[in-house]
């Protein structure tokens, strides 16, 4: 379910941590400014600019026992947008909300230099977007996994699962370090992301990372959750399905459909196993423009597939239903 590589945070953090790239007095230009941090002082801090965001390991980093001003120098180019981060750490490993931060914008060097490129700590920090989802809001929950465990090659770690407000959403109050962040459909509304529900990635800037933590608010985290049709047929034009409404639904769904012209149909809803549970219609459809309507009898709240067939092409539809 994550990517594990040619992510830029990873590799950002494997070669920072493993192999501390001190600069050689040979280049000619410099990145400098200011770490800030107003907290007590323990382990060390790293500091990295880099301009790539799939891959970090030719980005130049520095070290520095305490906040204040660092200097990187390197073979900057004044054409190409760079990034800068930072991350105190206490041990070998960086643990989530141990301070980092990020600056807050991709910036350039004029003459090989940029100067006033300060980052400032924190334990803390902010991130939101917008979710597109034509549900419920009651129904989404979001998680927000720790991901430095993917620094020893391991998964993310699930930090907390919240309900989301509005879809125009924001959380505060997150612990600082690199994120993956998942939004699902709590189907069985037990605030954890089952088997077989729906769920969206992030969609970020840094390939579907979300950093948290001081200087930065990453306020366009969006998700995307889609209409729920899959396309199988090589012909699209003789059937065509509507998104069904209400989706999710509780009571009865609505499904409209659209054909060439009058022929032979078969609706049928399967679960996820590929099971069939219910058959909505077999027979010669007269009406070229209709709804297949569906009010489900004992079953289970989840997530369902309607295969929808007439005229050799094959349609399919996800439905979520909620009791």
């Not at 990453?218 to 396309?231: E, K, L």
């Amino acid at each position: 379910m994550f990517r594990k590589g040619g992510v830029m945070l990873v590799r950002f953090f494997i070669v920072l941590i493993l192999v501390v790239m001190l600069c050689s007095l040979g280049f000619a230009g410099s990145v400098s400014g200011t770490i800030y941090y107003s907290g007590s002082m323990r382990g060390t801090i790293f500091v990295a600019v880099g301009s790539n965001p799939s891959d970090l390991t030719s980005g130049r980093y520095t070290t520095i026992s305490a906040p204040g001003p660092y200097t990187i120098t390197g073979d900057f180019v004044d054409t190409v947008d760079y990034f800068a981060l930072a991350t105190m750490l206490y041990g070998f490993s960086p643990v989530s909300g141990e301070p980092a931060g990020m600056y807050p914008r991709p910036f350039r060097t004029h003459g090989g230099v940029a100067t006033g490129i300060n980052i400032t700590l924190a334990e803390e920090g902010s991130f939101g977007g917008h979710i597109y989802y034509s549900g419920p809001v009651e129904d989404i929950r979001i998680n927000i996994y720790d991901a430095y465990p993917l620094i020893v090659g391991g998964d993310p770690i699930l930090e907390r699962t919240l309900p989301v407000p509005s879809l125009d959403y924001r959380f505060d109050h997150i612990p600082a370090g690199p994120k993956q962040v998942k939004a699902f459909i709590d189907v069985n509304r037990n605030d954890v992301l089952d088997s077989g529900e729906i769920f969206a990635d992030a969609e970020t800037p840094m390939e579907g990372f979300v950093f948290v933590g001081g200087g930065i608010v990453m306020d366009s985290v969006n998700f995307r959750f889609g209409t729920g049709i899959d396309d199988f047929s090589q012909k699209p034009s003789i059937l065509k399905i509507s998104s069904p409404y209400p989706n999710p639904f509780n009571a009865s769904v609505n499904i409209p459909y659209k054909l060439e012209c009058p022929s032979f149909a078969n609706v049928t809803v399967f679960d996820l196993q590929g099971k069939p549970v219910a058959e909505l219609y077999e027979g010669f459809l007269d009406e070229t423009k209709g709804v297949i309507h569906w009010s489900p009898q004992n079953l289970h709240s989840g997530v369902y597939l309607v295969s929808f067939t007439a005229q050799g092409v094959s349609k399919t539809v996800r439905i979520i239903f909620i009791k």
